[in-house]
């Protein structure tokens, strides 16, 4: 990973451990704020990804807010981020609104029957209530991840605007991308626009959602910072921006160590991390990491399928080669690992949590956040 010094991460952290490293999130937290100044846009820290609250000091410094998921999440930025919080779910139950309108500043209803019935609730609350809509343009790879798939639960089509009251509604929102650069972006706002333009003239805020990689190499900054513009200056809207892993991407990796090796038709490592309980998206998506001088399956003279501890049969996390053969105690460093990991954990088989570190590159020193025991796996459970 470009400006990580993972030999000494390696040698300094403990096994497993997430690692964080404080000089990669300060350069990402640099371009968003260029972003920012250049453009007028309020970003906010998507809490999904990324909810390391140990380093939302260093956050806070840039970024205005955070966008939460659930009142548990709001609460967490409210307490321990500070600024602006908006809250979107699919849907609230009634104790949800009334806690989330004691967090938030920006409350969004993903349907008109949740908006009306619970206006009695919000209507003098003074949080700014919004709508999510549903371009209908479809940019994800991923069905399981793209917000605009066929019969989507998320966002409200324009056709369910008709007849519908906006009495207090004062933002729309739209979240329809995915580990993106700025072209999808560009082509869904255009389609966003074409069917919910009219609505922003009587609207106080924009928001523009997720998924957009700003910080990954190849992101066209001048065309992201014209967009936004654009909409400020046609409709006069306040334009938020939420991304996660662009806070995130290329500061992380997870340190794991060489449990055992053993072969069946080929070399099979067995490692102290776990496909499933640490990095569900080799699963789920699915999602192959790299690896430090780890490479595809026959590129190097010694390829192993590299799998987790627990009992899951399909704990396999893929295939790489080495150049040289992996002995037990051999540290491998997945990267790009802090952003839909630490949020996405489990507990299953009570396998060790990884820890959570912090390396900052100014002063080569790796901080030990937390370690996790006993005590946290059996508390989950009663």
């Given at each position: ?175 329809t991308l995915c580990e993106q650069l700025f072209e999808p972006l560009e082509r869904t706002a255009k389609a966003f626009e074409d069917k919910f333009g009219p609505f922003l003239a009587q609207m106080k805020w924009l928001n523009l959602g997720g998924g957009h990689h700003i910080t990954r190499e190849g992101y066209d900054i001048d065309a ?24 995130a991407i290329g500061t992380g990796i997870l340190v794991s160590e060489v449990l055992d090796v053993v072969h069946n038709e080929m070399d099979i490592a067995i490692l102290d991390v776990s496909a499933t309980c640490h990095m569900p998206d080799c699963l789920e998506m699915p999602y192959r990491p790299g690896i430090t001088n780890g490479f ?87």
């Amino acid at each position: 990973m470009i400006g990580i010094d993972i030999p000494k991460i390696l040698e300094l952290a403990p096994s497993p451990a997430y690692v964080v490293d404080l000089g990669r999130l300060r350069h990402n937290l640099a371009i968003l704020d260029q972003v920012q100044q250049r453009s007028g846009a309020k970003i906010l820290m998507a809490l999904k990804a990324f909810s390391m609250w140990s380093v939302f000091p260093i956050i806070r410094e840039t970024l205005q807010g955070v966008c939460a998921s659930s009142p548990w999440e709001a609460r967490l930025g409210y307490e321990e981020f500070g600024g602006e919080v908006h809250s979107f779910a699919a849907a609230f139950k009634e104790e949800d609104v009334r806690e989330l309108l004691t967090t938030s500043n920006h409350l969004v209803f993903n349907s008109f029957h949740q908006l009306e019935r619970f206006r009695p609730l919000w209507e003098q609350s003074g949080v700014s209530i919004g709508l999510r809509v549903n371009p209908e343009h479809s940019e994800g790879h991923t069905p399981i991840y793209d917000p605009c798939a066929p019969k989507s639960r998320l966002g409200i089509p324009r056709r369910e605007f008709e007849d519908k009251s906006l009495a207090g509604v004062e933002g729309l929102h739209f979240h329809t991308l995915c580990e993106q650069l700025f072209e999808p972006l560009e082509r869904t706002a255009k389609a966003f626009e074409d069917k919910f333009g009219p609505f922003l003239a009587q609207m106080k805020w924009l928001n523009l959602g997720g998924g957009h990689h700003i910080t990954r190499e190849g992101y066209d900054i001048d065309a992201l910072v014209e967009l936004v513009r654009y909409f400020r200056e046609k409709y006069g809207v306040e334009v938020y921006l939420e991304p996660g892993e662009a806070i995130a991407i290329g500061t992380g990796i997870l340190v794991s160590e060489v449990l055992d090796v053993v072969h069946n038709e080929m070399d099979i490592a067995i490692l102290d991390v776990s496909a499933t309980c640490h990095m569900p998206d080799c699963l789920e998506m699915p999602y192959r990491p790299g690896i430090t001088n780890g490479f595809d399956p026959g590129e190097r003279s010694h390829t192993y399928r590299l799998g987790g501890p627990s009992c899951l049969a399909g704990d396999v996390i893929g295939d790489w080669s080495f150049d040289r053969p992996l002995q037990p105690g051999d540290r491998l460093a997945f990267e790009d690992m802090a952003h839909y990991t630490m949020v996405k954990t489990t507990t299953f088989n009570g396998i060790q949590h990884p820890a959570i570190c912090t390396y900052d590159p100014d002063t080569g020193e790796l901080r030990v956040v937390r370690k996790f025991g006993y005590g946290d796996f059996k508390s989950r459970l009663s």
